[in-house]
């Protein structure tokens, strides 16, 4: 007895003890399920914490001027009226009193603090004081809180370090507070700043999620009864993978993996693979039943001829998604972990629960021993399947040169696909916050900007504040999509009536003399100074390919105008990083699908000792990747961090379906003898089961499709295609591979065998 039939009667002895284990790992999951952390697109999902560039941005920026910014967006007739300056200072010492809250600038303050310079009363004076103030008001100062006298905004600042639920509570303490400060009625608030835009993009990933995995399920049973209803409980897979998916959201909790919008797309991913495998063993245990072989030698005969098979796919599945942990995007590496380890728990589920439910159905409800079976009858999607590649393999030639030639043009065009990193396009347009957010930027101007980090001795040395003031002034001239460009050196020029002053004593009395607000934004100590390059709103108006170009020509400008000697200066910020994002996925996208390969042709190799067997896996994928880059290309897609795991999810995909094609053709070829033979028999009994975890697989996706973010929604779109065509290349490429290795393989054997026989004839 094998070891395969030794698990297979333990399984069915062992009822008991299965589903106790399962029961318990099955509580424990939901317990962990609870300790996932729902992630936007933050910088940590975006940038390795070891990596220089993450380095320079929350060391140096981050640390020493990084603040989040909530915004109340204020509209009105006049929003400089005195009634409503007194509401907004009352908002504004409110705001101050809350816990995070770091820095308060409003249109309010800037009246009050003018007024207590003059008179030393801090408070919103009459209505012509008032106007007399905001004609002498520095245009800096007033610009950024003010655009005209129907706009102004109140800028929240908190420190980058608050985790979700704080931020979430600042939210909901800055609209109790504007309730609280009773601004005249015909005043229009908004809520908006990053803050509340992360703030939207989770809830509505979470709300969207739920539904998106209810429809997936809904489109997964039409599949399983459309294509699957050859068997008795043709529904039981969906339950089976769906506890492997609770067991992985307990994996998840339990190692502190986030749920971001690109680890949420694993999960169709999972159930698709997933679903293949209770399939698998589900179609052979109604083959061995239907066949006349009693429940328990039919339960052991699945898990000895499926167990091995199923595991090997498995395993070669893994090695495809390994190649996502070399990513260099955190994000992409926790959707390639999420995907290792639920495999696992798919597998598992697959092997022990569902077998045990239908070993103890089939002992409950016996078939029928005379009558017909009700899924007795071999599929009659097999019998099609069966003439489509008896088809395909007599016109072999003309499939293999269509495949491979479209596959070497779309192998060549898929280094053409753009890549977008900018998370602005992977939401729905039409979220409220961003709706909210494009409108702040249409009044005061877009507010991307890159960051320029100057580190020295001494920040206040005269001549470093003159290079400073310079190198702004030349990006503005030379730059036209430079609006901006502010430093501590700008406000140290406007207070000294438009130049540096050379006396460093004087330098340091007007910095003290600055607003608490301006010196947390531009300067930190006496050593680090931060330059705020405001570029509108490039990153619509250029888009990715643009902004990159943007920030080489911008590096080129400091290198024309170095700046003075044991002077470090480096640029960051979040246009930086996606950026550095996009680069990352351009390139990696690449070597990750290579890397992929390598790792399944090594462990192909090392489990079958056979190049052939190897190649035959490793083919097929290599078409399918091409023809994928065709409609990329040619379909106007673009690479996002989702869609950049392509290559990864094709090659897992479709090697199970080769690997699983390959063991039953040569378990059938043992017993047929004949190549032609052994295909037909294979195509036949494995073919529905294929098909229907292809459908499933297929229906799962669709339902990504309906997704209101587009980086998941179109990232269903394209799997739809690479399992349509991993399918196709299954039952053409794949088929014809083979038939056409074991003619070449017997004539070879037939050709020594007949040098052998004249060696010996000569001897003799």
């Given at each position: 007895?094998?070891?395969?039939q030794?698990?297979?009667v333990?399984?069915?002895?062992?009822?008991?003890?299965?589903?106790a284990?399962a029961?318990?790992?099955?509580?424990g999951?939901?317990?962990y399920a609870?300790?996932?952390?729902s992630?936007?697109?933050?910088?940590?999902?975006m940038?390795e914490?070891?990596s220089?560039?993450?380095?320079?941005f929350s060391?140096?920026?981050?640390?020493?001027?990084?603040?989040?910014?909530?915004?109340?967006?204020?509209?009105?007739?006049?929003?400089?009226?005195?009634?409503?300056?007194?509401?907004g200072?009352?908002?504004?010492?409110h705001?101050?009193?809350?816990?995070?809250?770091?820095?308060?600038?409003?249109?309010?303050?800037?009246?009050?603090d003018?007024?207590?310079k003059?008179r030393g009363?801090?408070?919103?004076?009459?209505?012509?004081r008032?106007?007399?103030?905001?004609?002498?008001?520095?245009?800096?100062?007033?610009?950024?809180?003010?655009?005209?006298?129907?706009h102004?905004?109140m800028?929240?600042?908190?420190?980058?370090?608050?985790?979700?639920?704080?931020r979430?509570?600042?939210?909901s303490?800055t609209d109790?507070?504007?309730?609280?400060?009773?601004?005249?009625?015909?005043?229009?608030?908004?809520?908006?700043?990053?803050?509340?835009?992360?703030?939207?993009?989770?809830?509505?990933?979470?709300?969207?999620?739920g539904?998106?995995?209810?429809?997936?399920?809904?489109?997964m049973?039409?599949?399983?009864?459309?294509?699957?209803?050859?068997?008795?409980?043709s529904?039981?897979?969906?339950?089976?993978?769906?506890?492997?998916?609770?067991?992985?959201?307990?994996?998840?909790g339990?190692?502190?993996?986030?749920?971001?919008?690109?680890?949420?797309a694993?999960?169709?991913?999972?159930i698709?693979?997933?679903i293949?495998y209770?399939?698998?063993?589900?179609?052979r245990?109604?083959?061995?039943s239907?066949g006349?072989?009693?429940?328990?030698?039919?339960?052991?005969?699945?898990?000895?001829?499926?167990?091995?098979?199923?595991?090997?796919?498995?395993?070669?599945?893994?090695?495809?998604?390994?190649?996502?942990?070399?990513?260099?995007?955190?994000?992409?590496k926790?959707?390639?972990?999420?995907?290792?380890?639920?495999?696992?728990?798919?597998?598992?589920?697959?092997?022990?629960?569902?077998?045990?439910v239908?070993?103890?159905?089939?002992?409950?409800?016996?078939r029928?021993?005379?009558?017909?079976?009700?899924?007795?009858?071999?599929?009659?999607?097999?019998?099609?399947?069966?003439?489509?590649?008896?088809i395909?393999?007599?016109?072999?030639?003309?499939?293999?040169?269509?495949?491979?030639a479209?596959?070497?043009?779309?192998?060549?065009?898929?280094?053409?696909?753009?890549?977008?990193a900018?998370?602005?396009?992977?939401?729905?347009?039409?979220?409220p916050?961003?709706?909210?957010?494009?409108?702040?930027?249409?009044?005061?101007g877009?507010?991307d900007?890159?960051?320029?980090?100057?580190q020295?001795e001494?920040?206040?040395?005269?001549?470093?504040?003159?290079?400073?003031?310079?190198?702004?002034?030349?990006?503005?001239?030379?730059?036209d999509?430079?609006?901006?460009?502010t430093?501590?050196?700008?406000?140290?020029?406007?207070?000294?009536?438009?130049?540096?002053?050379?006396?460093?004593?004087?330098?340091?009395?007007?910095?003290?003399?600055?607003?608490?607000?301006?010196?947390?934004?531009?300067?930190?100590?006496?050593?680090?100074?931060?330059?705020?390059?405001?570029?509108?709103n490039?990153?619509?108006?250029?888009?990715?390919?643009?902004?990159?170009?943007?920030?080489?020509?911008?590096?080129?400008?400091?290198a024309w105008?170095?700046?003075?000697?044991?002077?470090?200066?480096?640029d960051?910020?979040?246009?930086?990083?996606?950026?550095?994002?996009?680069?990352?996925?351009?390139?990696g996208?690449?070597?990750?699908?290579?890397?992929?390969?390598?790792?399944?042709?090594?462990?192909?190799?090392?489990i079958?000792?056979?190049?052939?067997?190897?190649?035959?896996?490793?083919?097929?994928m290599?078409?399918?990747i091409?023809?994928m880059?065709?409609?990329?290309y040619?379909?106007?897609?673009?690479?996002?961090?989702?869609?950049?795991?392509?290559?990864?999810?094709?090659?897992?995909?479709?090697?199970?379906?080769?690997?699983?094609?390959?063991?039953?053709?040569y378990?059938?070829?043992?017993?047929?003898?004949?190549?032609?033979?052994?295909?037909?028999?294979?195509?036949?009994?494995?073919?529905?089961?294929?098909?229907?975890?292809?459908?499933?697989?297929?229906?799962?996706f669709?339902?990504?499709?309906?997704?209101?973010?587009?980086?998941?929604?179109?990232?269903?779109?394209?799997?739809?295609?690479?399992?349509?065509?991993?399918?196709?290349?299954t039952?053409?490429v794949l088929?014809?591979?083979?038939?056409?290795?074991?003619?070449?393989r017997?004539?070879?054997?037939?050709?020594?065998?007949?040098?052998h026989?004249?060696?010996?004839?000569?001897v003799?």
């Amino acid at each position: 007895m094998t070891g395969w039939q030794k698990l297979g009667v333990w399984i069915a002895n062992n009822p008991a003890i299965i589903i106790a284990a399962a029961l318990l790992l099955t509580i424990g999951s939901i317990h962990y399920a609870q300790k996932v952390e729902s992630q936007g697109m933050t910088t940590e999902s975006m940038v390795e914490k070891d990596s220089l560039l993450y380095q320079i941005f929350s060391h140096l920026y981050e640390e020493n001027f990084g603040t989040d910014t909530i915004v109340i967006l204020m509209e009105a007739d006049d929003v400089a009226q005195e009634e409503a300056l007194r509401a907004g200072l009352r908002l504004s010492d409110h705001i101050k009193q809350v816990h995070n809250v770091i820095s308060v600038q409003s249109l309010a303050d800037l009246v009050a603090d003018m007024e207590f310079k003059s008179r030393g009363i801090r408070e919103i004076p009459s209505q012509t004081r008032i106007d007399e103030i905001l004609s002498t008001a520095s245009p800096y100062q007033l610009s950024s809180v003010m655009a005209d006298r129907s706009h102004a905004r109140m800028i929240v600042g908190m420190p980058t370090t608050l985790n979700d639920a704080q931020r979430n509570e600042l939210l909901s303490e800055t609209d109790e507070a504007i309730k609280y400060a009773k601004f005249p009625p015909d005043y229009g608030m908004t809520i908006t700043g990053d803050p509340a835009f992360q703030a939207a993009i989770v809830e509505e990933m979470n709300k969207s999620n739920g539904k998106v995995f209810a429809l997936a399920a809904l489109l997964m049973v039409f599949a399983l009864l459309l294509v699957f209803r050859h068997v008795r409980w043709s529904l039981l897979p969906i339950p089976i993978v769906l506890l492997g998916i609770i067991w992985t959201f307990g994996a998840m909790g339990l190692l502190h993996i986030p749920m971001t919008m690109v680890s949420f797309a694993a999960f169709p991913v999972l159930i698709g693979i997933g679903i293949d495998y209770a399939i698998q063993f589900h179609n052979r245990m109604h083959e061995e039943s239907t066949g006349g072989l009693g429940p328990f030698d039919a339960a052991v005969n699945t898990v000895n001829n499926v167990a091995l098979p199923v595991i090997i796919a498995l395993l070669v599945t893994e090695a495809g998604f390994l190649s996502l942990l070399s990513s260099p995007v955190p994000m992409i590496k926790d959707f390639g972990r999420t995907c290792i380890i639920g495999l696992v728990m798919c597998y598992l589920s697959a092997l022990f629960v569902n077998m045990t439910v239908l070993y103890a159905a089939e002992k409950r409800w016996p078939r029928s021993k005379g009558g017909k079976d009700v899924g007795a009858d071999t599929s009659s999607i097999g019998s099609h399947l069966e003439k489509t590649a008896t088809i395909v393999v007599q016109r072999w030639r003309a499939v293999l040169v269509v495949a491979l030639a479209l596959g070497l043009i779309g192998n060549f065009t898929d280094t053409m696909v753009q890549v977008d990193a900018d998370q602005k396009n992977f939401i729905p347009q039409d979220l409220p916050p961003l709706v909210n957010l494009d409108h702040m930027k249409s009044i005061f101007g877009g507010t991307d900007s890159i960051k320029y980090i100057v580190q020295a001795e001494d920040i206040t040395n005269p001549e470093i504040l003159k290079w400073m003031d310079d190198f702004a002034g030349y990006m503005i001239r030379s730059r036209d999509s430079v609006v901006s460009a502010t430093s501590i050196a700008t406000y140290i020029k406007e207070a000294n009536g438009g130049e540096i002053p050379e006396d460093p004593d004087r330098v340091r009395l007007i910095v003290s003399a600055l607003p608490l607000a301006i010196q947390r934004t531009y300067l930190s100590g006496h050593n680090t100074a931060n330059i705020d390059v405001n570029i509108g709103n490039s990153q619509t108006t250029l888009g990715t390919e643009g902004i990159a170009r943007l920030v080489v020509e911008l590096e080129k400008d400091m290198a024309w105008m170095t700046p003075p000697p044991d002077v470090f200066v480096v640029d960051t910020g979040d246009i930086v990083l996606n950026n550095s994002v996009k680069s990352a996925l351009a390139e990696g996208r690449l070597e990750m699908t290579i890397l992929g390969l390598i790792f399944i042709f090594m462990l192909l190799l090392i489990i079958y000792r056979d190049m052939v067997k190897a190649l035959l896996v490793v083919l097929p994928m290599l078409v399918v990747i091409g023809w994928m880059g065709l409609v990329m290309y040619y379909g106007g897609l673009k690479y996002t961090p989702l869609t950049a795991t392509l290559g990864a999810l094709v090659l897992g995909v479709g090697s199970e379906y080769a690997i699983l094609m390959m063991e039953r053709f040569y378990e059938e070829l043992k017993n047929a003898g004949n190549p032609h033979e052994a295909m037909k028999i294979t195509v036949n009994r494995i073919g529905s089961a294929l098909l229907a975890s292809g459908m499933t697989v297929f229906c799962g996706f669709a339902a990504l499709v309906a997704s209101p973010f587009n980086i998941i929604s179109n990232f269903g779109l394209v799997t739809v295609l690479s399992v349509v065509f991993a399918l196709l290349t299954t039952f053409t490429v794949l088929v014809v591979l083979m038939i056409r290795a074991e003619i070449r393989r017997e004539a070879t054997t037939g050709a020594r065998r007949k040098r052998h026989n004249k060696r010996n004839s000569a001897v003799g």
